[in-house]
Nanobody, 126 residues
Framework: QGKPVESGGGLVQAGGSLRLSCAASGYDLDKYAIGWFRQAPGKARQGVSCISIDNRTYYEDSVKGRSSISRDKSENAVYLQINNLEREDTGVYYC????????????????????WGQGTQVTVSS
């Protein structure tokens, strides 16, 4: 199974919105829980959201209430919509196959190196 491919990042003003996409080839994303991580400059990767196999959703406090994670089975994709972007949202965003119930998804140490894709850069300007 290959690595996921992230897209949708860019430069956006504070208060704007982005929809990040996670795609995969060779396997069905809907058979897995998918987590999204953010790595801010000089900081460790931080889990920000997860969608379980049965589509329960989880959000880290900093994005809760302004983010939405979802699946599109026909596109074989998982999306992370972030609204009202803040400068603190700046970073490289990665998606990764997570534990099926999203348990402990937010700890990057539980994933092998080959789970991580290239990520997509999000830069929020004030």
């Amino acid at each position: 199974q290959g690595k996921p491919v992230e897209s949708g990042g860019g430069l956006v003003q504070a208060g704007g919105s982005l929809r990040l996409s996670c795609a995969a080839s060779g396997y069905d994303l809907d058979k897995y829980a998918i987590g999204w991580f953010r790595q801010a400059p000089g900081k460790a990767r931080q889990g920000v959201s997860c969608i379980s196999i049965d589509n329960r959703t989880y959000y880290e406090d900093s994005v809760k209430g302004r983010s939405s994670i979802s699946r599109d089975k026909s596109e074989n994709a998982v999306y992370l919509q972030i609204n009202n972007l803040e400068r603190e949202d700046t970073g490289v965003y990665y998606c990764v196959r997570a534990p099926s119930n999203c348990n402990a998804y937010q700890y990057p140490g539980i994933y092998s190196d080959n789970y991580w894709g290239q990520g997509t850069q999000v830069t929020v300007s004030s």
